[in-house]
């Protein structure tokens, strides 16, 4: 699944993911449409889902991050 699929499973906008991610909302957009990120940024997206889903989530399950 894309970042965006899980998030919007989750019922979650950009300001929560971003909260629960430790992020800005700008990183999450950014994130979701495909703009560059660094793996730092894409560990924190991946830590904010597994609290989410309460399971562990890699960064290798989110489709279409394009990690520098």
Known sequence: MTLKE????????????????GLSRQAISH???GQRIS???AKA???ALSK????????REIEGLNIV
């Open 39 to 41: 793996a730092i940024t």
């Open 52 to 59: 989410g889903y309460d399971r562990q989530i890699l960064v």
């Open 31 to 33: 994130a979701e449409s």
């Open 45 to 47: 997206l991946a830590d």
């Open 6 to 21: 899980f998030r919007v499973e989750l019922g979650w906008n950009h300001k929560k993911l971003a909260e629960e991610a």
